[in-house]
């Protein structure tokens, strides 16, 4: 079954505006990344906070980690008409044999952003 | 450095028929997986490789198989395929020593008819 849960489904946005997305999960984690996937192409590794971190930031990207309300937020600023994508967030779990090299991906998020 | 490389791009097969796709890397990562992702499910593990010589299985690896003779190479093998398998197939590698990120191929989209 599904770890992560992204909401919005889809956001449709002006060129300038920022965009947020939000991703759920159930159980503990070692770390949560967050993908981005362009229509016909492979995912595309973002950030990555790991569950001792609350925020993270990476030029326009922010991430936030709230472990208490297993939940995260992606937060793209001045959003361009190529962050228009899919994003993906993964979850690496503590009980994946002792390590985190496995990743249970959410649905995703479709984000337009119009010109 | 081509990254993750994954062949064929595209393929049609008849219900039944056997194929196999091959993903490589050229990262010397340890790790390597095989996704399949179909519209509003996200991606679903279908079987991963800790290290040469070794598989295990995902969250839906009924009808698929695996093989990791070699570091950089990670096969997917479909025995008998079914139209429930026509999907877009990702091969992903890894390693602890790069952040655990996982880097991706640019998928294999496959029709079984």
């Known amino acids: 079954s599904q770890q992560g849960e992204e909401d919005p489904q889809a956001l449709s946005i002006q060129e300038g505006e920022n965009a947020t997305m939000n991703c759920s999960y159930k159980?503990?984690?070692?770390?949560l990344q967050w993908y981005r996937q362009n229509s016909g192409r492979g995912l595309v590794h973002l950030i990555l906070i790991r569950s001792n971190e609350r925020e993270k930031h990476s030029g326009r990207l922010r991430v936030t980690l709230d472990t208490s309300k297993k939940s995260s937020s992606l937060l793209i600023t001045a959003s361009r008409a190529a962050d228009t994508a899919s994003y993906f967030c993964a979850t690496a779990g503590l009980n994946s044999g002792g390590s985190n090299y496995k990743l249970t991906f959410g649905k995703g998020t479709l984000l337009t952003v119009n010109p | 450095n081509a990254g993750v490389t994954q062949t064929p791009k595209f393929r049609v097969l008849k219900t039944g028929q056997s194929m196999t796709l091959l993903c490589a890397q050229d990262m010397n990562h340890e790790y390597m997986y095989w996704y399949r992702q179909d519209p509003g499910m996200g991606l679903r593990l279908i079987h991963y490789s800790v290290g040469e010589g070794t598989t295990a299985k995902g969250e839906v690896p009924d009808g698929y198989n695996v093989s990791r003779l070699k570091k950089q190479n990670f096969l997917l093998g479909l025995e008998s395929a079914a139209p429930s398998q026509t999907s877009v197939y990702f091969c992903a590698s890894s390693s602890r020593l790069a952040g655990d990120e996982q880097f991706f191929g640019p998928g294999t989209r496959l029709t079984v008819l």
């Open positions: 159980t503990s984690i070692n770390n």
